[in-house]
């Protein structure tokens, strides 16, 4: 299976860092243009963003998007490993067998003339910057099309929602005192923790929806103190939001600045993703993936956020769309290794029925 080979190579890149990233992107384009796939490479920052189109230069165009980039893992996570039908390896699931597959579909699909196909490489989805997200860029340079599918993990369903994101980085403060006196000060740090509760308890932490139980709240960093014996007067937290479609991050911020003592000092913000579940390119996805099984019963809402919303924002309906596995960001992170056959398998049959689609049109008019 070459999904699973390119999978274990994309794995071996320590793609946390810049200099893995380019590494791993030099091997994607070659791989590619080994097989007569034209792939353009736009320098981002110190990483590069890698496209390649196939197909026809018109007609119906889906965009097939991908990120390199992993969060930090332990050296022995970027040395892949099998265990049955799990390939272990930091990426794996988030998202490096997706982009295998994707890699693999592209070149499949790169012959026929029916469907215009853009495949999209990035490198800075998992960053915290969103003022710099080269898919952004990629939008704004004119890589659209009537459907995007980005290859997050959903373990072959269809994410046709995901969270938003309102990360902020706080300052809590407090007042200094010898240690060997703390009833004197107010500990900055135990204040920060007691402001992270109060946000857990705020009443838009207790909403749910159709496919989401709660929002997720997660205290990411925390660094206060500058002497053991010393009564810290400054704490600064990330906490990391994840809230519903439907919900306004600027209450919940605003909520948040009210808190005595707190200073927002900057936030990282995406907005939720929504796609109709009566999508026309939804229901071919989900024919070509669950054999005609209906839209409801395959979709999913995601907790984690994608630069999918990149592609709704700019009025293209997009999707999150990948392999099984587990434990993604997580110390045991996999990807079912016979999912990935049948998800490179799904992204060349959907291209197909969309292909039969549009000659029955054709034939029709």
């Keep these: 299976m070459q999904q699973r080979a390119l999978t274990e190579r994309l794995i071996s890149y320590d793609t946390s860092t810049p200099e893995g990233i380019r590494s791993a992107a030099g091997f994607v384009k070659g791989w590619l243009e080994a097989r007569d796939v034209e792939v353009n490479e736009l320098p ?41 039908d799990r390939l272990y390896g930091r990426g794996a699931y988030d998202m490096k067998g997706g982009l295998a597959a994707m890699m693999c579909a592209t070149r499949d699909l790169a012959d026929q003339s029916a469907v215009r196909l853009h495949f999209l490489c990035v490198p800075d989805e998992e960053g915290e910057d969103d003022s710099t997200k080269s898919t952004d860029r990629l939008v704004a340079e004119g890589y659209t099309g009537d459907f995007a599918i980005t290859g997050e993990p959903t373990d072959l369903r269809i994410g046709v929602q995901a969270k938003g994101v309102l990360a902020m980085n706080l300052e809590v403060c407090g007042t200094a005192a010898h240690g060997a006196r703390p009833w004197l000060g107010d500990n900055a740090v135990l204040k920060a923790i007691d402001v992270f509760r109060r ?112 592609f709704l924002d700019a009025g293209v309906p997009a999707v999150e769309f990948g392999p099984a596995g587990g434990g993604h960001h997580g110390p045991e992170e996999w990807v079912s290794i016979s999912s990935l056959a049948r998800y490179h398998g799904a992204l060349v049959e959907f291209v197909n029925l969309l292909a039969k689609q549009q000659d029955q049109h054709l034939r029709i008019a």
Excluded: W
């Design 44 to 84: 981002h920052g110190d990483a590069p963003v890698l496209t390649a189109t196939v197909g026809p230069a018109e007609g119906t165009t889906v965009v097939l998007h991908g990120h390199l980039d992993v969060v930090p893992g332990f050296a022995e996570q970027f040395e892949p490993r099998v265990d049955g």
């Design 199 to 310: 946000i857990e308890s705020m009443p838009f932490a207790r909403e749910s929806s159709e496919l989401f139980d709660r929002p997720s709240i997660n205290l990411g960093r925390i660094n206060g103190g500058d002497a053991v014996n010393k009564v810290p007067d400054s704490c600064v937290i990330d906490v990391d939001v994840r809230y519903l479609p439907g919900q306004d991050p600027e209450e919940i911020l605003a909520a948040v600045e009210e808190l005595p003592d707190v200073t927002v000092r900057k936030t990282f913000r995406r907005g939720p993703a929504v796609v109709d579940r009566s999508n026309p390119f939804v229901g071919t996805l989900a024919a070509a993936v669950a054999d005609g099984m209906p839209t409801e019963r395959i979709s999913v809402g995601r907790d984690g956020a994608s630069d999918a919303i990149s």
